[in-house]
């Protein structure tokens, strides 16, 4: 490799603390003497910018997920095949987190392809929890939550399909944000679903994500103020979203209802009707459907002379060459995903608009994830909940999937912690989720503040 050091299971370069985190597959020559230093309180977003003169996000950390191209870094999304990809220049919304003064220190590690929520990868390791490192980080933006929860960045992009920024956020107790669909610019990205995907920011606080949002939207970033919870109604739906949850996730939850209505909420029990089935019939049919032709745009454009079928051959990891098995049988046919784009998906939407609409709603509260971090070992495919074995991918996504698949914004929140149970108790995060209608972002952004607030 010519520039920096890959990061592996074995080889790090790092301070020994982190050794076993595997948050990083790249990381930047001059970074790794500074690695062992926490970045805790070397950059404070403040709205003073425009005063001094100095750029937004001057002296902030940044890591960037390894599907979002860094010029002179290797994009490997985490597969052998593409290891030795280094593109010649940033995607956009890199470009503007470095105009705006921020710092690009590394790639994150991630689950393979960003297929999977655990970001347990066979080729750079798996990433761990920093709360607990038998645990895994979630997914696919394992190593960029991991990295922020470590304290080694302030802040970084992930991507989200149907979760992968929210969740690891959720599991490692930062803050993870997914915008309206369209809001950022996705050009040197490895997409899995135009249609759905969107580069995700990640911070320690609202106030850090909304300063990431403000530059890679392309506003401005002063005068950012948190919103007034007094008045505030926000849907608390049950059906779906409350099913089958771990105890102290819904006692989180009703924490926050409490915390929110003493802050002068008004919290409306209201379901999204029939948002289970009506989201099915949107969520795989069209990632499946649309991942051969984004996977085969972007090999071309790596100038690899790379083959879709190749690329296939030479995933490690088995969850995945599954899903990719699927798409290279195109499971999905052409009749069924124009159904699923155009008449499911416009459902999906309209179920939402009047949910907002209809009953004044300005944001949905819900538990991100249904039950904590779970230890790394045997929980790929299954984990236990509530003394029941439950698919691990569908359990973890199964919250954030719905806002993903309408293209709304939602933001995920720390919420406290979780004690795990059957060996020494480990406090684990868990987290809610604030959604809002499409085009909200920075109103949701301003009223997480305003709940991050009231929670802590």
């Known amino acids: ?268 029990s209201a379901d999204v009707k029939d948002i289970a089935a009506v989201n099915a019939a949107v969520s795989f049919p069209v990632v499946l459907h649309e991942t051969r032709k984004a996977m085969e745009t972007y090999l071309r454009h790596t100038g690899m002379n790379l083959t879709l079928a190749r690329l296939h051959d030479g995933i490690a990891s088995a969850d995945v060459k599954e899903i990719l098995d699927q798409v290279m049988a195109d499971a999905v046919p052409e009749h069924v995903y124009r159904q699923a784009l155009t008449v499911a998906r416009p459902q999906l939407q309209r179920l939402y608009e009047d949910y907002f609409g209809l009953l004044g709603i300005e944001v949905v509260l819900l538990p991100t994830t249904p039950l904590p971090a779970q230890p790394i070992d045997g929980s790929e495919r299954f984990i236990t909940l509530n003394g029941a074995a439950v698919p691990t991918f569908a359990t973890f996504i199964r919250n954030t999937d719905p806002a993903s698949n309408a293209g709304i914004p939602g933001i995920s929140l720390p919420a406290g912690f979780s004690a795990r149970q059957g060996r020494e108790p480990t406090a684990l995060p868990v987290a809610i989720e604030l959604d809002g209608p499409a085009g909200s972002d920075r109103r949701l952004l301003a009223i997480a503040a305003a709940v991050e607030a009231a929670l802590s």
Not at 99 to 124: C, D
Not at 211 to 217: F, G, K, R
Not at 243 to 253: Q, S, T
Request: net charge neutral; glycine share 14%.
């Open 1 to 268: 490799m010519q520039h920096g050091t890959v990061i592996g299971p074995r080889e790090h370069g790092v301070h020994p603390r982190w050794r076993e985190l595997n948050a990083f597959t790249y990381l930047d020559p001059g970074f790794e003497a500074e690695i062992g230093q926490s970045a805790a309180g070397e950059w404070a977003t403040t709205d003073t910018s425009a005063a001094t003169g100095a750029p937004p996000l001057a002296g902030c950390r940044i890591a960037v997920k390894d599907n979002i191209e860094v010029a002179g870094m290797p994009c490997t999304l985490a597969t052998p095949t593409l290891r030795n990809y280094i593109p010649v220049r940033d995607a956009t919304a890199v470009a503007r987190l470095r105009g705006a003064g921020a710092r690009i220190v590394g790639k994150a590690n991630m689950h393979e392809l960003a297929y999977g929520i655990t970001s347990n990868n066979p080729t750079f390791g798996p990433v761990r929890n920093v709360h607990d490192l038998s645990c895994f980080a979630g997914g696919s933006s394992g190593g960029t939550a991991a990295a922020i929860a470590a304290g080694l960045v302030h802040a970084g992009l992930g991507t989200d399909t149907g979760g992968s920024s929210r969740i690891p956020a959720a599991l490692c107790g930062i803050v993870g944000f997914r915008p309206t669909v369209g809001r950022y610019p996705m050009d040197g990205v490895a997409l899995l679903s135009p249609t759905r995907d969107v580069i995700g920011p990640m911070g320690r606080t609202v106030r850090d994500v909304a300063a990431l949002d403000a530059v890679l939207a392309g506003i401005p970033s002063t005068g950012f103020d948190a919103g007034d919870l007094r008045g505030l109604k926000i849907g608390v739906p049950q059906e779906h979203f409350q099913e089958n949850l771990h105890p102290d996730v819904f006692r989180a939850l009703q924490r926050t209802v409490a915390a929110l209505r003493d802050a002068g909420a008004t919290l409306v």
